[in-house]
């Protein structure tokens, strides 16, 4: 069952790429009591390893992100305006007029750009670049404003959560959702062991998971994620990449990773065994963790299994909550197939 509490406390908490301490800390709070090792590596990955009721006859290890994409002060003018650099993919169309949080002081400021009645030509139409943007926090110098805030704060969208019958909307439901899904299995009495990894800097180039991946040495790897849906008006059929309310997304190939294709099979097999509703992320797009993850050491077989998000990088991202129960099934059944042996890694074939 969906823990809607849970989820709403993991992206409610801020943590953009390389300033996750505080979702780090509340994933510790709540698996503490039912983890049998937890350490926190030189980068900041949190490794947990769980004992199931059986050893692990392949060494899995499931990975999701702690990071969101934000904002970071680069500048600050004479007369206490905020200039700013993206952490992560941003849709610069989002970022008008939005409200954010400054700094650990959680300096309240909005984002603001050359007002339209002064503006002339192409100027009144086009998307203004992130060199024209500033925050302002009601500074009326830098002298004012470096009371409150310092040279690289992260900045951090503010948004609601918000739970309807069917839908999620919130931000940093990636991968926050998939943080999610890695506590609730850590709770689970398992039947076999597993290994987890809460990794750092995704949105940044993969790179907490690099570091994650060499220290687990796993056999095997489930990367939990968050995926572009595109099932919106003017977006024809064939390149909505995948949909809400259709179930967990299984991607066979994306810009970084070419994915198992006996694990894809076995993923669409527990899923029809156990009625879960899946699909086909029907694109070769983007990337995740699995980039770096499958060719840690000496290969490591590797599958991502994706929440179905519309308007992923925004601070009002929406998804399905089915899509929420049926991802958490699919995993815990996919994880449970996989340690328990039931594909043989290529290596211990020879």
Not at 97 to 109: A, L, M, P, Y
Not at 133 to 144: L, N, Q, R, T
Not at 248 to 267: G, P
Not at 305 to 318: A, F, I, K, Q
């Amino acid at each position: 069952m969906l823990d809607i509490k849970l989820l709403e406390r993991l992206c409610k908490c801020d943590g953009i790429s390389g300033d996750e301490g505080k979702v780090r800390e509340l994933i510790i709070e709540e698996i503490k009591p039912y983890a049998d090792s937890i350490s926190v590596d030189n980068l900041g990955n949190l490794i947990v390893h769980k004992r199931g009721k059986n050893s692990a006859k392949s060494k899995l290890m499931l990975s999701a992100h702690m990071d969101e994409v934000g904002l970071m002060i680069t500048d600050i003018t004479s007369d206490g305006y905020l200039k700013f650099d993206e952490v992560g993919g941003i849709d610069r169309r989002v970022l008008l007029g939005k409200s954010v949080t400054v700094g650990k002081n959680r300096i309240n400021g909005v984002i603001g750009v050359k007002p339209i009645h002064l503006c002339k030509g192409e100027e009144t139409t086009r998307i203004p670049e992130l060199s024209e943007m500033y925050i302002d926090i009601g500074a009326d110098s830098k002298e004012e404003a470096l009371k409150h805030i310092k040279y690289g704060d992260s900045i951090n969208f503010v948004s609601d959560f918000t739970a309807t019958a069917d839908s999620i909307i919130s931000k940093a439901l990636d991968d926050r959702f998939g943080c999610l899904v890695l506590i609730e299995l850590i709770k689970s009495d398992l039947e076999y062991d597993m290994d987890f990894a809460f990794v750092v800097q995704e949105e940044v180039g993969l790179r907490g998971a690099k570091v994650a991946a060499f220290t687990v040495d796993p056999e095997f790897a489930l990367v939990i994620e968050t995926t572009t849906a595109a099932d919106v008006p003017e977006i024809d059929e064939n390149k909505q990449v995948c949909n809400l309310s259709d179930g967990a997304v299984i991607s066979v190939m994306d810009r970084r990773t070419i994915y198992d294709k006996e694990l894809i099979a076995l993923a669409f097999d527990c899923a029809e065994k156990s009625n879960i509703k899946a699909q086909y992320k029907r694109a070769v797009a983007g990337g995740n963790d699995a980039g770096v993850i499958h060719s840690s050491r000496s290969g490591v077989r590797t599958l991502a299994v994706s929440l179905p998000c519309r308007y992923l990088h925004s601070p009002n991202c929406v998804v399905n909550k089915q899509d929420c129960e049926n991802m958490l099934k699919l995993v815990s059944e996919l994880a449970e197939n996989i340690a328990g042996g039931r594909l043989i890694n290529k290596e211990n074939e020879r």
